[in-house]
């Protein structure tokens, strides 16, 4: 059951990641066509992912962490716990040492980033060291452990560097609604063909940062439940990860909490609670416990 889990959800994240990639080029094309050449907009859409994502893969650590207010633990005696739990999980996956760090909020939480695992690092809030037993503790960071294995950390950074794409395509292209449009808006005499993709390309620059949002999330709520899963075979005690879930979910939101981050953690950090779950940057805690009972 739980290599089936993990091998599914795999798959699932590798599909999500390629729409998502497929997305970034139709928005290239439309905006493309609505100034006269499809293919010129791809190929501008293609270059611009490709150069974020190399500039956002190779600083992801310090950005991420910079964002987040962390402050690294270079000393094991500084936090010897979470130092050696980190030590222990990542001896157990067969990864490399991931630098510590420790965000100073009473809200319990954590979170993994990074390029690769030769690259990664792990964080952890005050609150959750204070909140924790060894047992929760060991399941929290498995999970983090989890996503730096499992190259989730790269998935991560690719999808935020894919977001931030589609955002620089679709202000240049609001920009030529706003002054009247390019090239086909020029044209006269335009066949009924024309017409429709013209408007169909309107219509994909007006709702693309809704669908990038609803793809990342989907790729993120996605990503937990392969880390939960992960988690348990790293620890073999999938009680740990159930209870550490349960005092997430009842604890009180983050302080400063950049936004554009929240999704890295293994809870959300801002405890927003919505009647439709497509912007949830998080599956609900009570799924997540429910696989994780079935293990």
Same mark, same amino acid.
């Given at each position: 059951?739980?290599?089936q889990q993990?091998a599914q959800?795999?798959?699932?994240?590798?599909?999500?990641?390629?729409?998502f990639?497929?997305?970034?080029?139709l928005?290239? @094309?439309?905006?493309?066509?609505?100034? #006269?050449?499809?293919l010129? $907009?791809?190929?501008?859409?293609?270059v611009?992912?490709?150069?974020?994502?190399?500039?956002m893969?190779s600083?992801s650590?310090?950005v991420?962490?910079?964002?987040?207010?962390?402050?690294?633990v270079?000393? @094991?005696?500084?936090?010897?716990?979470?130092?050696?739990v980190?030590?222990?999980?990542? %001896?157990v996956a067969?990864?490399p040492?991931?630098?510590? /760090?420790?965000?100073?909020? +009473?809200? +319990?939480n954590?979170?993994?980033? !990074? =390029?690769d695992p030769?690259?990664?690092a792990?964080?952890?809030t005050?609150?959750? %060291?204070?909140?924790?037993?060894?047992?929760?503790?060991?399941?929290?960071?498995?999970h983090?452990?989890s996503?730096?294995?499992n190259?989730?950390?790269?998935?991560s &950074?690719?999808?935020?560097?894919?977001?931030?794409?589609?955002?620089i395509?679709?202000?240049? #292209?609001?920009?030529?609604?706003?002054? #009247? !449009? !390019?090239?086909?808006?020029r044209?006269e #005499?335009?066949?009924?063909?024309?017409l429709?993709?013209?408007?169909l390309?309107?219509?994909?620059?007006?709702?693309?940062?809704?669908v @990038? &949002?609803?793809?990342?999330?989907a790729?993120?709520?996605?990503r937990? /439940?392969?880390a939960?899963a992960?988690?348990?075979e790293?620890?073999? =005690?999938?009680? $740990?990860?159930?209870? @550490?879930?349960?005092k997430l979910?009842?604890?009180q939101p983050?302080?400063?909490v950049?936004s554009?981050?929240?999704?890295l /953690?293994?809870?959300d950090?801002k405890?927003?609670?919505?009647t439709?779950h497509?912007?949830?940057?998080?599956?609900?805690?009570a799924?997540?416990?429910e696989?994780?009972?079935?293990?």
């Amino acid at each position: 059951m739980l290599f089936q889990q993990i091998a599914q959800n795999k798959r699932k994240t590798i599909y999500v990641l390629i729409g998502f990639i497929l997305f970034v080029s139709l928005i290239g @094309a439309a905006i493309g066509y609505f100034y #006269g050449t499809w293919l010129g $907009g791809l190929i501008v859409a293609v270059v611009i992912a490709l150069v974020y994502t190399l500039i956002m893969v190779s600083q992801s650590t310090n950005v991420v962490m910079t964002m987040n207010h962390a402050r690294e633990v270079t000393d @094991a005696n500084e936090a010897p716990e979470l130092f050696h739990v980190v030590e222990d999980m990542a %001896l157990v996956a067969r990864v490399p040492m991931p630098k510590v /760090y420790i965000i100073d909020d +009473p809200s +319990p939480n954590a979170f993994a980033t !990074g =390029n690769d695992p030769q690259h990664s690092a792990v964080a952890a809030t005050s609150g959750l %060291l204070e909140m924790m037993n060894r047992e929760e503790l060991e399941g929290v960071i498995g999970h983090e452990i989890s996503h730096v294995r499992n190259y989730d950390i790269r998935i991560s &950074t690719i999808a935020l560097a894919l977001t931030s794409t589609i955002s620089i395509l679709v202000n240049f #292209g609001m920009r030529g609604l706003w002054w #009247g !449009g !390019g090239n086909r808006n020029r044209k006269e #005499g335009s066949s009924a063909i024309d017409l429709i993709f013209m408007v169909l390309s309107i219509l994909s620059i007006i709702l693309a940062p809704i669908v @990038a &949002t609803i793809i990342q999330l989907a790729l993120s709520r996605n990503r937990e /439940y392969l880390a939960d899963a992960s988690s348990v075979e790293l620890t073999r =005690n999938p009680h $740990g990860l159930i209870s @550490a879930l349960q005092k997430l979910d009842s604890s009180q939101p983050m302080k400063n909490v950049d936004s554009a981050s929240a999704a890295l /953690y293994i809870s959300d950090p801002k405890k927003k609670k919505r009647t439709s779950h497509l912007f949830d940057t998080h599956p609900a805690t009570a799924d997540r416990i429910e696989r994780l009972e079935k293990m």
